[in-house]
T-cell receptor, first 114, second 115 residues
């Protein structure tokens, strides 16, 4: 079975631009979460979606937004990119939404902002 | 919000020896504690997890212990092998406001297995 897939693998943007990252969860999983991992740090929670509704949001500015589609795939959008947005963006999927359900991560999208 | 502290930041052990990584958390409502292994250029891989109603869990060479009173949990790896070299993250999750939160991660431990 395929795991969590993310696209693109790498991305280079300039300050002020907009970026869209995509994620497909494990087949049968209905919840998707997004995390930002800056080099040398642990992942930081951005959003969590379940059944196309936002179920949780971390401490990120409104420049970050996301949505989940009827097929449970998801997009993360970042507007007005800053140098500090350079990071590995990780998508994680879980079967349903709940505090003790396992989250499985994809390989991530490496975003570089110049 | 939740805060997770992880120690040590780097751990070097001889192949075959044991490795222990420790984490503390701040939110007493947290009830799920996973551990992830991340190799260079890859996403985090879930290796073991423990829920608040359990004190210890073991899977072959890997074990996790949880002390809810002291709010700390630990990862134990026995008979370490070269392929255990990676960065390990602890994490916690609880409830706040309308429901389950995202995971809160520690800063990671770089485990180096010396041949």
């Amino acid at each position: 079975d395929a795991g969590v897939t993310q696209s693109p693998t790498h991305l280079i943007k300039t300050r002020g631009q907009h970026v869209t990252l995509r994620c497909s969860p494990i087949s049968g999983h209905k919840s998707v979460s997004w995390y930002q991992q800056v080099l040398g740090q642990g992942p930081q929670f951005i959003f969590q979606y379940y059944e196309k509704e936002e179920r949780g949001r971390g401490n990120f500015p409104d420049r970050f937004s996301a949505r989940q589609f009827p097929n449970y795939s998801s997009e993360l959008n970042v507007n007005a990119l800053l140098l500090g947005d350079s990071a590995l963006y990780l998508c994680a999927s879980s079967l349903i939404w709940g505090s003790d359900y396992e989250q499985f991560f994809g390989p991530g999208t490496r975003l570089t902002v110049l | 919000g939740e805060n997770v502290e992880q120690h040590p930041s780097t751990l070097s052990v001889q192949e075959g020896d044991s490795a222990v990584i420790k984490c503390t958390y701040s939110d007493s409502a947290s009830n799920y504690f996973p551990w992830y292994k991340q190799e260079l250029g890859k996403g985090p891989q879930l290796i073991i997890d423990i829920r608040s109603n359990v004190g210890e869990k073991k899977d072959q060479r890997i074990a996790v212990t949880l002390n809810k009173t002291a709010k700390h949990f630990s990862l134990h790896i026995t008979e370490t092998q070269p392929e255990d070299s990676a960065v390990y993250f602890c994490a916690s999750r609880g409830y706040s406001g309308g429901g389950a939160d995202g995971l809160t991660f520690g800063k990671g431990t770089h485990l180096i297995i010396q041949p």
